[in-house]
């Protein structure tokens, strides 16, 4: 099913990026592609219950992933595919009425994006952009030593925005650094909790080829 939408997405924006050509005969057309990128993210999930509260949180947690797109001026457009590495966190006995102690492993993996970019370029070589756009992601939870309901996994998607520079450090190979939330309290529904939310994001390098259309 999340390849099934992956691919639907695509093909839209496939449609999009030749839409946007037909619209700029007169600008410079650069599509690009991310041929290494990775990152250090944050990922979170919290569940609210009537008797007691579940955090799991874990910053720098690793990521890679691929990107394709398209850029003017001005403006650009991207798709995403991505993986991202898992979270957890031990609990004591009592916690959300586990009778245990016991573990959890979250992880936000595979997750593709759509996003659109306003940019600026100072010169040649360096530009800023900001990012706006989507990210649907499979997000799973993994216990373990407890017998509460709490395994569950749902494919959702988020708002995703980023800022970010890129160096042009070739004629076509530029670097990007970039900051970017791909979910902020996303509304889950997953594990019998009354209340959960996740989100994920952070600070990503990448290495691009581009190609003048």
Same mark, same amino acid.
Do not use: C
């Given at each position: 099913?999340?390849?099934?939408?992956?691919?639907?997405?695509?093909?839209?924006?496939? !449609?999009?990026?030749?839409?946007q050509t037909?619209? @700029? %005969?007169?600008?410079?057309? =650069? #599509?690009?592609? /991310?041929?290494? *990128?990775?990152?250090?993210?944050?990922?979170?999930?919290?569940?609210?219950?009537?008797?007691?509260?579940?955090?799991?949180?874990?910053?720098?947690?690793? !990521?890679?992933?691929?990107?394709?797109?398209?850029? @003017? %001026?001005?403006?650009?457009? =991207? #798709?995403?595919? /991505?993986?991202? *590495?898992?979270?957890?966190?031990?609990f004591p006995?009592?916690?959300?009425?586990?009778?245990?102690?016991?573990?959890?492993?979250?992880?936000?993996?595979?997750?593709?994006?759509?996003?659109?970019?306003?940019?600026?370029?100072?010169?040649?070589?360096?530009?800023?952009?900001?990012?706006? *756009?989507?990210?649907?992601?499979?997000?799973?939870?993994?216990?373990?030593?407890?017998?509460?309901?709490?395994?569950?996994?749902?494919?959702?998607?988020?708002?995703?925005?980023?800022?970010?520079?890129?160096?042009?450090?070739?004629?076509?190979?530029?670097?990007?650094?970039?900051?970017?939330?791909?979910?902020?309290?996303?509304?889950?529904?997953?594990?019998?909790?009354?209340t959960s939310?996740?989100?994920?994001?952070?600070?990503?390098?990448?290495?691009?080829?581009?190609?003048?259309?």
């Amino acid at each position: 099913m999340l390849l099934k939408k992956v691919l639907f997405l695509m093909a839209l924006f496939i !449609a999009f990026f030749s839409a946007q050509t037909l619209h @700029a %005969q007169e600008q410079e057309i =650069e #599509v690009y592609y /991310g041929a290494l *990128g990775g990152g250090l993210y944050s990922v979170e999930y919290t569940e609210s219950r009537t008797n007691s509260n579940m955090t799991v949180k874990e910053k720098s947690v690793p !990521a890679g992933l691929l990107k394709a797109g398209v850029d @003017a %001026q001005f403006w650009g457009a =991207e #798709v995403r595919l /991505g993986l991202v *590495g898992s979270a957890s966190k031990s609990f004591p006995v009592n916690t959300i009425g586990s009778a245990t102690p016991f573990s959890i492993d979250i992880q936000a993996s595979p997750f593709f994006s759509y996003l659109g970019k306003l940019q600026y370029p100072f010169n040649d070589k360096f530009k800023a952009y900001i990012l706006l *756009g989507g990210t649907m992601a499979n997000f799973s939870i993994n216990p373990a030593g407890t017998t509460l309901l709490l395994k569950s996994s749902a494919v959702k998607t988020g708002f995703t925005y980023g800022l970010g520079a890129s160096y042009k450090a070739h004629q076509d190979f530029s670097i990007d650094m970039e900051w970017i939330q791909y979910w902020t309290n996303v509304a889950m529904a997953v594990s019998g909790a009354g209340t959960s939310k996740a989100s994920f994001g952070g600070f990503g390098l990448s290495v691009n080829k581009s190609f003048d259309f």
